[in-house]
């Protein structure tokens, strides 16, 4: 038989059940099918685009050294499965499971597809710890607080990694047509702003790996302390190669054993990171309307401003307020250098982003689906759960919030975070001179105002 392994956010050849269970059938062929069309699939952004490309060249070559093939095409999920499947007259079909809404209703159509034609298919879990549907309080309902879901979560036994392939079971014949991946276009050319991105990252499996090593040898151990210090290399950067299975949570799960059982808060602070991705993507199945809808229905009243940025012909303070977000150029430091770091790196610190989403959502009174629009578009490791998620959490809305009224001070939080500006420094360095811009709003007025807001708000329900 001829078997067909559809990859999506798992792309890697160790601990991939569903590329094992197809080389296991021989005749294994790989398939990435870049689908931008089917009902509610959101579209990647421009950064996520860049790594997706560099992450798929990568798998071609560590596949080929398993003799596996891999094709690409573009278009409709479940049409470009069917047409594949049929053109090579495929046996099997093997996938390892997603969660979001959309992309689980063209799974189910798929299978449908394939059981109307008697072709086998089957599907894993790969890419969580835990399957969502897996886990519930007591009463039997989805977990809306974190502590709980992970003491629930995390007493579990997680399966060990699995291995790689044996090299040679891969299909040798005749394939059909394959896109090139050049053809797809996702890495920008005209004009090209990936510079930062190629000179910050490694999109590559084997990075993944080494960046793992790397953290657990020298730095999980003060991870409690340091991975709130944006000027320090205090966490792992492992976000994008987990968001796009380049490494797997078993993967790193396993890794991180022995070390927790040492007794130091440092592993079990970074497992509990690990926890927090399983839980947004918690929410994200119970709540496939994540990125859209104010998990907290209380907040749909709130009077936040829905700027549109692309709108050149609008120019009220809310679009120029956002702009001047996007841009790094709000006039307060520690914002404008997490912003700056986002544009050229793809990244931004954690700590950065809860100020930097709470000075959007709080001081400036734009709804955080603006933010996050823009998060989405620039993160390497924008991820269709942990985005949304930690923006409702930050404005208030989400599960296991931050209460609305806790507002950060960028200024207080800069100097607990970054005592010596070494941070601000690095990204800002016209800080201290006449260029640099005098701050969009006021701290103590904006603040206030977002509070009356609030007020308003619930004396209105
Ligand atoms: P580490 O501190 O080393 O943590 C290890 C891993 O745990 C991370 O790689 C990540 O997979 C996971 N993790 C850590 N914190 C969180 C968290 N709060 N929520 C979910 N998972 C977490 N993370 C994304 O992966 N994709 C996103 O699109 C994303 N958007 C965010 C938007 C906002 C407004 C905020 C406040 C946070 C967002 N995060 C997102 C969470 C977090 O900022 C990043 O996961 C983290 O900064 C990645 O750096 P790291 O790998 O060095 O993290």
Redesign the pocket.
Known sequence: TISLVWFRDDLRVADNPALLAAVADGGAVALYVLDEESAGIRPLGGAAKWWLHHALADLSSELAELGVPLMLRRGPGAQVIQTVASELGAGALYWNRRYGGPERAVDTAVKEWAAGRGLHTESFQASLLHEPWTVRTGAGNPYQVFTPFWRALSERDFRAPLGRPDAGHGFGGDLPVSDRLAQWALVPTAPDWSGGLAATWQPSAAAGQEALAD?LASRVRD?SDA?DRPDQP??????????WGQLS?FQ?WAALADLRSEGTSGPAV?AS????????WHQLFHHPDLATTNLRRHFDAFPWQLPDATDAAYSGSAVEHLRAWQQGATGIPLVDAGQRELWRTG????RV??V??SFLVKNLGIHWCV??AW??DT?V???????P???Q??AGSGADAAPFFRIFNPLTQAKKFDPEGKYVNRWVPELLTSDYPQPVVDLADSRRAALDALAATKSSL
Do not use: I
Not at 273 to 279: I, K, P, S, V
Not at 347 to 350: A, L, V
């Open positions: 953290f991870y991975r205090g966490t792992s950067r492992l976000s994008p190669y987990l968001r949570p790193v970074f990171e690990l926890g927090w991705r399983e839980f947004c990244f931004m610190h954690n982003r809860m930097a989403a933010g996050e998060f989405w993160l490791d924008a991820d269709a759960a942990s985005n998620a930690n923006w959490w930050v």
